[in-house]
Nanobody, 122 residues
Framework: QLQLVESGGGLVQPGGSLRLSCAAP??????IGWFRQAPGKEPEGVSC????????NYIDSTKGRFTISRDNGKESIYLQINSLKPEDTAVYHC?????????????????WGQGAQVTVSS
């Protein structure tokens, strides 16, 4: 059974950094996206990496701070987050789809991980 598992979340001070990992065995031919869901809000697409290394970013406030990458040899996808802000606090999920869309719409993704909590607070 194909499964995605996130790791690397935690409590970080504003301005700090962390790297989220998504273990994705069997997903090398899939596009993998990162979503985040803040309390009381709908999930929003953050970024997506296709199977050949191309990527898309969906949130203007994260451009230049969030970087998606993937290592097919390790069957993993990463989200490097720098200069964290309190408004980045959310549960971050990775999810699989056939190809990265232009808008990061959750309904376009077929398989989801359980999520990793990221809390940005002093």
């Amino acid at each position: 059974q194909l499964q995605l598992v996130e790791s690397g979340g935690g409590l970080v001070q504003p301005g700090g950094s962390l790297r989220l990992s998504c273990a994705a065995p069997g997903f090398n031919n899939w596009a993998i996206g990162w979503f985040r869901q803040a309390p009381g809000k709908e999930p929003e697409g953050v970024s997506c990496a296709d199977s050949t290394g191309g990527s898309k970013n969906y949130i203007d406030s994260t451009k230049g701070r969030f970087t998606i990458s993937r290592d097919n040899g390790k069957e993993s996808i990463y989200l490097q987050i720098n200069s964290l802000k309190p408004e980045d606090t959310a549960v971050y999920h990775c999810a699989a789809t056939w190809t990265c869309g232009d808008r990061g719409i959750p309904d376009e993704y077929d398989i989801w991980g359980q999520g990793a909590q990221v809390t940005v607070s002093s």
